[in-house]
């Protein structure tokens, strides 16, 4: 077995701050997700990454970065935090073309 | 657009009763297909998936059915239980094509009650 850890839990900012959320797995996964949950639209995919230093934009990567540093680890940059932005980032690793595991998610407050 | 569609954002079956719920996709390159389960303050779970070389899989009370000319699919979850009570995720992903993503639907709210 397996686990994905999100640091930190909870995560405030202020308005125009850049804000840095980290994601490691000892799965051994080749790929790596970044997605930001919103209620009523369900995951939606930031950026991802199928190897070491790999980067790939998902569907809402603008006002993102994103670094594969090393196999186990894949870290998400908020470039600019929005003021009242309330979200919850969830990492995920999966082996090819199977199942993807999810981390406990990181929960933002901008205020 | 939105790929993967949930129309229905819930669903209320009683105890015992089946519960059905549905997605629609758009891209014809999807060939596999995935439902994921979400507990309030949880994270998703993988409950069951299916590639497109099949049109049904049965695993226990859940059974996972895939139109493909319909761009449909489906999970059913027979004599449903108040612990079912979560959030469904469908999700598509198009493993021929060399892509490991997966597109999610907005998830569909199913609450059992006894």
């Known amino acids: 077995g397996g686990i994905i850890t999100q640091t930190p839990k909870f995560l405030i900012g202020q308005e125009g701050q850049k804000l840095t959320l980290k994601c490691q797995q000892n799965f051994n996964h080749d790929t790596m997700y970044w997605y930001r949950q919103d209620s009523g639209k369900g995951l939606r995919l930031i950026y991802y990454s199928i190897t070491e230093n790999d980067l790939q934009k998902g569907d809402l990567s603008e006002g993102y970065d994103a670094s594969r540093e090393k196999k186990s680890s894949f870290s998400l940059t908020v470039t600019s935090a929005q003021k009242n932005e309330m979200a919850v980032f969830l990492c995920?690793?999966?082996?090819?073309?199977?199942?993807?595991?999810f981390g406990p998610g990181t929960r933002l407050t901008v205020l | 657009g939105q790929q993967v569609k949930q129309s229905s954002p819930s669903l209320t079956v009683q105890e015992g009763g089946i519960s059905i719920l549905n997605c629609d996709y758009e891209?014809?390159?999807?060939?596999?297909f995935a439902w994921y389960k979400k507990y309030p303050d949880n994270s998703p779970t993988l409950l069951i998936s299916v590639r497109s070389n099949v049109d049904k899989r049965e695993d226990g009370r859940l059974t996972v059915f895939l139109n493909k000319s319909g761009k449909h699919f489906s999970l059913h979850i027979t004599a449903s239980q108040p612990e079912d009570t979560a959030v469904y995720l469908c999700?598509?992903?198009?493993?021929?094509?060399?892509?490991?993503?997966?597109?999610f639907g907005q998830g569909t709210v199913l609450s059992v009650i006894p």
């Open positions: 999700a598509a992903g198009a493993r021929r094509g060399g892509n490991n993503k997966l597109t």
């Open positions: 891209n014809d390159m999807f060939d596999y």
């Open positions: 995920a690793s999966s082996p090819w073309g199977d199942e993807q595991y």
